[in-house]
Structure formats: C-alpha cells, structure tokens
C-alpha cells in the first residue's frame, strides 16, 4: 500500500499553472569592443562633413523667452542680439493703448540666415509680467505656455504616423531681466526664477546696466549670486549637467565670475573712433554696446549663440522634456489641464 | 487670478529678415557636430550571403583593419547570425562598428526558413530601440543604437541570374533595413559576363519588387555622384587582406598565374565605389533612413498591432493616454481574471491532495487498528498457553505433594512396594 503520494505529479500540475517565460529576443547587450588599429586611411572622419551639410539642409530651430517688467529693455536686447527688428518695441505702441491687464504671451517667427545657415528665431514675449499692482502667480501663464509646449511635441512624437521632423516650439533658453535696484533681487524675481528653473534653462540677466558703476555692477552680481545659490535657484549652465571635467571648469567660470551678464542693449549705430558702433548717446558719452569695458553684451552674445546654442536645446530637449514626459506618463493625466484641446477630462487611475 | 491670453502669430507665415550685421550662429552646425564628436558615432552593417563568398575578408578590407573571427564551416544546423563590435579611432572621430554576418546561410538542404533569423534579429533590435523610446524614464541621447543601418546582400558569382533563395530573402528584408547588393568574388566573371550579369540582377530586382537602396540625389553637392553610383549598383567586389608589391608601391591584391588583381583599381572591380559611397558620402544618410523610414514603419506596425489608433472610427483624434489607459484596464481586468483562475485550481489541487493525503490517513488508522488486534491476539493466545502451563504446574505439584504423602506413609508400612509405587507414581506423574 502506498505510504504517501509521489512528488513528481504534483510538479508537473503545478507548472501547468506558471507560464513559461517568453524568450528574450536576441540583443547584443554590452558590446565587447575591440579597439581596432587601423593601417590606412578609411574615411570615417568624412562623417562630420556629411553630418554638417545635412544639419545645414534642414535648418535649426530657436525659441527664446524673455521675461521682466517693463521698461527694462527686453526688445530692444532681443534687437541687438539678433542684429534685426525681431521684436516690436513698446516705446512705438500707440500711448493710448491701455497696459495689459493680465500677462500676455507673444510668440513671434521670423527666419535668418547666415553663412548658409537657416535659422527659424521665434521670440516668445511676456507683456504684462510684474507690471500689475497684485503680482501675484503671474509667473503661471508663462509656466502653462511652457509645459503646453512640452505636451504639443510630447502629442507628435507619441503619434504613430509621426512627421520625419517634428516641428519644436518648446522654449530653449529664457532670459530673465532683473531690474538694476542695486540692492538685491525682488521677491517676484526669486518666486519666479524658483518655479521656472525647474521647467527651462533660465538665464538671469541685469537690465540696464548702464545706470551702476562697476563697483556697483561687481557688488550687485555677487549679492544676486549668493541669493540665488541662498535659495537654491538653479539658473543655466546647471551645475548638475556637466558632463566632463572641461565642461565643468568651462562652466564654473562663466557661472562664478560673469553670471549674471550686464548688459546694455541698443540699436541704433554712431560714430566711435572712426568705426561705426552700437551704442547709446549720452550727455557724458558714448556707451558701446559691444566693447566689454563698458557692458556684457558681447559676453552674452557668444555665450547664447555662439558656444551653448546647441547645448541649451540638448538640455531643454534631453532634461527638462523627459522630466516633464516622465511626470506626465507616469501621472497619467493627473496634472491639472495643459492641453489645448479636451485632454483634461481625464479620470485619473487609482 | 487673471486670466491668460495667448497670442501667436508663429508658423508658415514667418518673414525673413535681414541681418544687419555678424551674430554668430553660422557656428551652430559646429556646435552640434562637437557635441556628437564627443559622443561618437556608431554604425551597424550586416552581411548577409552564403558561407564562403568573402563576407569577413571584404569586411576587413573595407576597414583596412584584420577584425577576429575563424571562417564558419559548411555543416551549420541552421542560419545563425554572429555580432561583434569594434572601436575605431581616426583622427578625432571615434566609431562604434558593429559588423554582424550570417552564419551557416544557404548551406542547408531546405533553405525555406532560412531568412528567418535574420528578419528575427532585425526586429529585435527595433523592438529594442521601441522599448526605449517608450519607457517613463528613458535615456535616449545615450543609448547604444543597435539597429541595422545598412545591410551588404553578397550575390554568388554565377554569371546568370539571382537565386531564388536571393530573391526571397532580399524581399523579405528590404522594408526592414537598407539593402546594398553587392556581387562577391568578382574576379571569377569576366568583364563582358559582369555587365550582363549587373542588368540581369537589376532586371530582376526591378520586376519582383524588391526595393533596394538608393543613394540619394536631392543634395546638390553629392546628387551627381550619387546618380552615377547609382547605375553601377550591384557593385562587384574584391576582397583582399594580402599586400603584394605591385610596380613600386604595397597594395592589396590577389595574385593568380595569369596576373594579378587589384582590390583598389576601379579597372579591376568596384571595391572604391563602394568605399566611397558606403563610408565617405552616406553614411550619416544610410543611418537617417534606418531612423525615419524603417523604424518608424516597424513602430507604428507594431503600434497598430498592440491596439493603438490615431483616430477613432469617428475619426476624433484617439489620444494615447486613453488607449494607453484602456489597453491597462484591460490588461489588468485579465491578469485579474488569470489570478482568479489560478487561485481556483489552486485550490482545487489543495483539496484533492488533501482528500488524498485523509485516505491515507485512514488507511494507516485501519493498519494499526489490525495489528493491534493481532497483537492482542497472540498476547490473548500467550497468555492463555500461560495459563495452562501454570495449570499443568500446578497440578504436577499437587500430585508430587501427594506422591511425598504416600511415599512418607508408604515407608512405614513396607519399603518395596512403596518405591515400585513410588516409580509406578513417578511414572504417573510425569504423564
């Protein structure tokens, strides 16, 4: 007579029960690489030049934001940097339009070229930030502007037809105008720079800075630097994106001694020493605005366009988007209504 | 809180303007080429041909470089497909080379499956690239990319025509990856058979639908180039990793008693076209191909098939949050309803070895119940036997008390006759 049951009747029910794994496909994981010496001349450096040309058939896109009260010389500085009338100044609005009673955005396109590269500028205006007398949440129309802009390219590249290139609007660099007091920043400037440094690459900028000496200039820069590392402010290049040691020394420079920039920004063109320059005519003389004894504006100026241009939309597009697409994935509708069309109507998962 | 207004008048209607003076952004296309600099590049090739047709010595001359690896029998059970990656450094451009071949293809005897692990692989690596792309939290500016660029199909150099074998797997591939036929070992045709053989492969091609690469001619720079290139196509190649000393330089050739052949004469064959074209003109093009036209058609076939629609059949544009939700409803109600399942049977199973392991219980009950009876049984059976021996003891003891009782008169009265009683008792009583 049998003492017990056989254990092998069991195992086999009880596997009927678990499915069988699905095989793994086939990947090359790590790959093992073989540095490999090379006897001749092979071509592959040609790349570069492939790379080049095609970067140049297709064209870049820039979107750039400025951001401050009034009167502290946004357009005018968007003029200069760009060496055309890309943003209309508020000194030729009509004085008996009423001032916007609420924060306005004014997103402007226009296309340059130079050297053969086509560049498709878009200047986003923010009218009506700080000026009213409650300025309170003012800085969340120009957050909604930002995050909707994340969720129109999030919405092309989850298509499943998706365009061979999808059209970014999203903002790449925002400048933010801190009025030249002398003291210290406003309350509105740090609440503003603490939301938004979160969602885009800020770059604080002191405004008319003709209006301090340069002991008042040095002072001023330091006291904002230390309040913004006081409150934890993070402003681009951001200490946490370094990728190597020259990135790093190259960054802390910029970060340590000139940030942030002052500038003078101008565009109308007179007679200095022979050469014709941009500047402002005053009583006691002639500010140039390129000559860096007297502003930052050439500092700026090869900072935005000519070194980091590609590195602020690598990190707008490789940092600040995934942090937003994995927020929005992973919340799965659960932040308030940033879509334009119907999308809020979301039951939120438990 | 006030309320926004947004206004934008961005899009087709964007003006040009002019510049009035140097800003600097023509440095944009160096910006973005230092960064991939930094990063390297990487670019995956494939070779796809019979066992013996020169795929590794051609890979190896085209990179001027001996790359690893023993040449691959003919007794393989089936098509397998072997992966290596090397780093290549040339001036300041560092490349990750991945060469990935065919092993063991067109050397069985039912070549029916053989294109199989090689549209397989194909997909795997796009399925790869997929996941990425569709994880929370992803990395792709640093991810390895893994997809096949460019596929190097090797034609037997027959003289004739495509074989069918070539044809069917040429068709099954070409939608996934761009393919580039390549006539190998072709210093075994004559240069009349060669022409002949290039129109017979293109004809062919051209009237089974099979779609094979096109360099591209839309850049002004390279379309005239590229244009002829294109009518030399399928390139016929030689491979050589031998250097011989030919007039007064080292070159690689392959020498015969009849004269020698140079890998990198144009005269000879078209291994410099195909150098150039592959590595010096398009590769970054070859690389943008794979990207937009057959991952994107490999993604959203695999979208569709998982469920995903852009638009509803009332044609209202379906999100893919919804379908994402729905699909995770779904996916959830079933592996609910799985858990049930398996929960029942488990229970189920419980019960049975339960009853199972009761039945034995009983069985043991009832086996012990029996040999305790037997066991009283035979203590019963003992103890009687005890008894009747104690019985018999005592009746002996009676009779030999008896005996001594006779015996002790007996000797009194006459001696003899007593002890013949005596041993008549004795006899007696031990009866």
Known sequence: MSKGLPETRTDAAMSELVPEPRPKPVVPMKPVSINANLLGYIGIDTIIEQMRKKTMKTGFDFNIMVVGQSGLGKSTLVNTLFKSQVSRKSSSWNREEKIPKTVEIKAVGHVIEEGGVKMKLTVIDTPGFGDQINNENCWEPIEKYINEQYEKFLKEEVNIARKKRIPDTRVHCCLYFISPTGHSLRPLDLEFMKHLSKVVNIIPVIAKADTMTLEEKSEFKQRVRKELEVHGIEFYPQKEFDEDLEDKTENDKIRQESMPFAVVGSDKEYQVNGKRVLGRKTPWGIIEVENLHHCEFALLRDFVIRTHLQDLKEVTHNIHYETYRAKRLNDNGGLPPVSVDTEGSHDSNP | ?431
Request: glycine share 6%; with cysteine; proline share 3%.
């Open chain 2, 1 to 431: 809180m006030a309320a926004t207004d947004i206004a934008r008048q961005v899009g087709e209607d964007c003006r040009t303007l002019p510049l009035a003076g140097h800003v600097g952004f023509d440095s944009l296309p160096d910006q973005l080429v230092n960064k991939s600099v930094s990063q390297g590049f990487c670019f995956n090739i494939m070779c796809v041909g019979e066992t013996g047709l020169g795929k590794s010595t051609l890979m190896d001359t085209l990179f001027n470089t001996k790359f690893e690896g023993e040449p691959a029998t003919h007794t393989q059970p089936g098509v397998q497909l072997r992966s290596n990656t090397y780093d290549l450094q040339e001036s300041h451009v560092g490349l990750k080379l991945t060469i990935v071949s065919t092993v063991g293809f067109g050397d069985q005897i039912n070549k029916e499956d053989s294109y199989k692990p090689i549209v397989e692989f194909l997909d795997a690596q796009f399925e790869a690239y997929l996941q990425e792309e569709l994880k929370i939290r992803r990395v792709l500016h640093t991810y390895h990319d893994s997809r096949i660029h460019v596929c190097l199909y090797f034609i037997a150099p027959t003289g004739h025509s495509l074989k069918s074998l070539d044809l069917m797997t040429m068709k099954k591939l070409d939608s996934k990856v761009n393919i580039i036929p390549i006539i190998a070992k072709s210093d075994a045709i004559s240069k009349s058979e060669l022409t002949k053989f290039k129109i017979k492969i293109t004809s062919e091609l051209v009237s089974n639908g099979v779609q094979i690469y096109q360099f591209p001619t839309d850049d002004e720079s390279v379309a005239e180039i590229n244009g002829t290139m294109n009518a030399h196509l399928p390139f016929a190649v030689v491979g050589s990793t031998e250097e011989l000393k030919i007039g007064n330089k080292m070159m690689r050739a392959r020498q015969y008693p009849w004269g020698t052949v140079q890998v990198e004469n144009e005269a000879h064959c078209d291994f410099v076209k195909l150098r150039e074209m592959l590595l010096r003109v398009n590769m970054e093009d070859l690389r943008e191909q794979t990207h937009s036209r057959h991952y994107e058609l490999y993604r959203r076939c695999k979208l569709e098939e998982m469920g995903f629609k852009d638009t509803d059949p009332d044609s209202k544009p379906f999100s893919l949050q919804e379908t994402y939700e729905a699909k995770r409803n779904e996916f959830l109600g079933e592996l609910q309803k799985k858990e049930e399942e398996m929960r029942q049977m488990f229970v189920q199973r419980v019960k049975e070895k339960e009853a199972e392991l009761k039945e034995a219980e009983k069985e043991l009950h009832e086996k012990f119940d029996r040999l305790k009876k037997l066991h009283q049984d035979e203590k019963k059976k003992l103890e009687d036997k005890k008894k009747s021996l104690d019985d018999e003891v005592n009746a002996f003891k009676q009779r030999k008390s008896a005996a001594e009782l006779l015996q002790s008169q007996g000797s009194q009265a006459g001696g003899s006759q007593t002890l013949k009683r005596d041993k008549e008792k004795k006899n007696l009583g031990f009866l």
